[in-house]
């Protein structure tokens, strides 16, 4: 009897560990002899669940099983996979858990028996039906998710949604906010600017902030940087300083640009947006403007044409600074002109205008509507530092371009574009003709004192007075005089430098690769510097310093440093 009570044990003991799949009890398919209600029940103290339908520990409270609260705990559970300590019964295999039998034994051929009752214990359990034991699980959940009941607040929901289509401006804001968090109601930032649109078209400020973020977030399909940021601008006038009823600059706009082009774009966007928040300043106050202004394209299309100055009118700095982006952009005229554009924006540098140097600088910087030029991109940064521009580009490209040559080679030349602009001698022609920095030491005298230029004067390049031809022929005859030479790289190896023109006699420097054989037959290519002098092309040129590897011959002139 002992074996045969041993056997049903292990047999059961088996059944259960099968059934629990190793102490998991997954909620999804449930196991024998323990019911979700007890496993329920163990982890229900100490926590709650907010109307989204987030489980959270709070002491003293207990989770009421609700069919909202329960898709929350199944959430829950297969998220957190917490443990429990359960009873399960393990049932007699004799009697299949029943405890024995029961009932009424009679003969049923025999009509007149009434039958006698029958209550047997089972002799395998002792009439328990089994045994309880103390199990540790973890709770988890595999299954799909079944699908939200309504909960409270999406019920609410429902009600704002109705109230918002009704146009209830403080239920649209409601709704924006919905969809903007994704909490009870599927995430839309579609929907979520929709309605923020039209409470903003009810008259609900407090529209604009949330509705500027989505226009500037880049992730969004309708990114608009410069529409968003104009937006905030309305939402936070103390963000921006007014410049007449038609522009405002931005006391602090982050710029985290690393290149030019990054930079050039983001400063167009902030001019963009500059002329566009007044704009929608004005619109919001007038009910037949109000959509419209909300609208990127119609804003945009909808500026008051502009007419032209008036004759004898001498616009100050900032008005031709304003006009120039706007006639940039095309905002009032019949469409984008950008040369003309910097042709005002020029106007407003020479007048001492910061923000029109800092924009003149990156568009020479990046070849666009100029000639690349990264001296003359570095000499105009430079200027709109001094004049106080606070674009953190500006310094940050200060200090990438003062790590190269270009610093070195042109060092005074800021400061005597710096003395022109003070005297008010600078021109839009001066800007545009200083693509060769080198200018700067024939031009600027002249301009400075008054004096008829000189014939250095009407140089555009640095093909004056020698070619880069006649200047590398020039350093060929040298070589050959010097060393015996075997051959000099091709032109567009060598590097010509025009260090220095005194008005009289202009100074190069040319670098280059070059072969010759010296006195003991050795062979040699190396680097070769040449520098000479020449006053005119039909005076020879005079030779001052040659080094080619192991050979030198003179020494290096002073106006051949890494100096204009």
Same mark, same amino acid.
């Given at each position: 009897m002992l074996c045969v009570t041993r056997y049903f044990f292990l047999m059961m003991v088996c059944l259960a560990a099968t059934a629990l799949r190793g102490d998991v009890y997954d909620c999804s398919k *449930? /196991?024998?002899?323990?019911s979700f209600t007890q496993v329920f029940g163990q982890l229900a103290d100490g926590l =709650?669940?907010?109307e989204d339908g987030e489980i959270f520990a709070a002491a003293g409270k207990r989770l009421q099983l609700t069919d909202f609260t329960k898709v929350a705990f199944f959430r829950y559970v297969a998220s957190v996979n917490p443990t429990v300590t359960v009873s399960q019964l393990v049932r007699c295999s004799t009697c299949n858990g029943k405890g024995g039998r029961k009932g009424i034994d009679r003969n049923a051929n025999d009509i007149l028996d009434i039958g006698r009752i029958? =209550?047997?214990?089972? !002799?395998?359990? $002792? *009439?328990?039906g089994g045994s309880y034991q103390q199990l540790r699980l973890t709770v988890t959940y595999t299954g799909p998710f079944p699908p939200w009941p309504d909960s409270p607040r999406l019920v609410a929901f429902r009600g704002? &949604? $109705? !109230? /918002?289509r009704d146009g209830n401006g403080s239920a649209q804001l409601e709704v924006a906010q919905a969809y903007l968090e994704g909490k009870f109601v599927s995430k839309s930032l579609e929907d979520a600017r929709t309605w923020f649109v039209k409470a903003a078209i009810q008259g609900r400020r407090e529209a604009l902030g949330p509705l500027a973020l989505l226009y500037m977030d880049a992730g969004n399909s309708f990114h608009d940087y410069a529409f968003g940021l104009a937006l905030s601008a309305v939402a936070d006038p103390t963000s921006v300083q007014a410049e007449g009823g038609e522009f405002v600059s931005f006391k602090v706009v982050a710029n985290p640009a690393t290149d030019p082009e990054a930079a050039l774009r983001r400063q167009l966007q902030v001019l963009e947006a500059g002329l566009l928040a007044p704009r929608i300043a004005l619109g919001l106050g007038e009910k037949a403007l109000v959509e419209k202004v909300l609208s990127p394209v119609e804003v945009r299309q909808g500026f008051p044409t502009k007419g032209p100055v008036a004759a004898g009118v001498r616009p100050d700095k900032r008005t031709l600074f304003i006009r120039g982006v /706007?006639?940039?952009f095309g905002y009032g005229f019949p469409g984008p002109d950008r040369q003309e554009g910097l042709r005002l924006l020029e106007s407003a540098a020479c007048l001492k205008d910061a923000d029109a140097?800092? &924009?003149? /600088? &990156?568009?020479? =910087?990046l070849a666009k509507d100029y000639p690349a030029?990264?001296?003359t991109a570095w000499a105009y940064y430079n200027l709109a530092n001094r004049l106080g521009e606070k674009d953190p580009f500006c310094m940050t490209r200060l200090r990438q371009l003062e790590r190269t040559d270009v610093a070195t080679d042109w060092a005074d030349a800021p400061d005597a574009l710096w003395d022109c602009l003070q005297q008010g001698k600078f021109t839009p022609k001066l800007i545009r003709d200083f693509i060769d920095l080198s200018l700067y030491r024939v031009v600027l005298p002249s301009v400075l004192a008054g004096t008829t230029p000189s014939p250095y004067d009407t140089a555009t390049t640095q093909e004056v007075p020698l070619s880069k031809g006649q200047v590398l022929a020039q350093v060929r005859e040298m070589l050959r005089l010097k060393l015996n030479l075997l051959g000099v790289s091709p032109d567009d190896e060598s590097i010509v430098r025009k260090c220095w023109d005194d008005g009289s006699t202009r100074y190069y420097s040319v670098s280059g690769i070059v072969t010759f054989v010296h006195p003991d037959s050795r062979r040699e290519t190396a680097p070769y510097t040449v520098c000479f002098m020449v006053t005119t092309p039909a005076t020879p040129a005079t030779l001052l310093y040659c080094s080619a590897g192991t050979v030198h011959f003179g020494q290096p002139p002073p106006q051949c440093g890494r100096r204009p």
């Open positions: *449930g /196991a024998p002899g323990i =709650d669940c907010t029958v =209550d047997e214990r089972c !002799s395998s359990c $002792n *009439g328990s704002k &949604l $109705n !109230s /918002a /706007a006639r940039y140097f800092f &924009l003149i /600088a &990156l568009h020479f =910087d030029s990264s001296q």
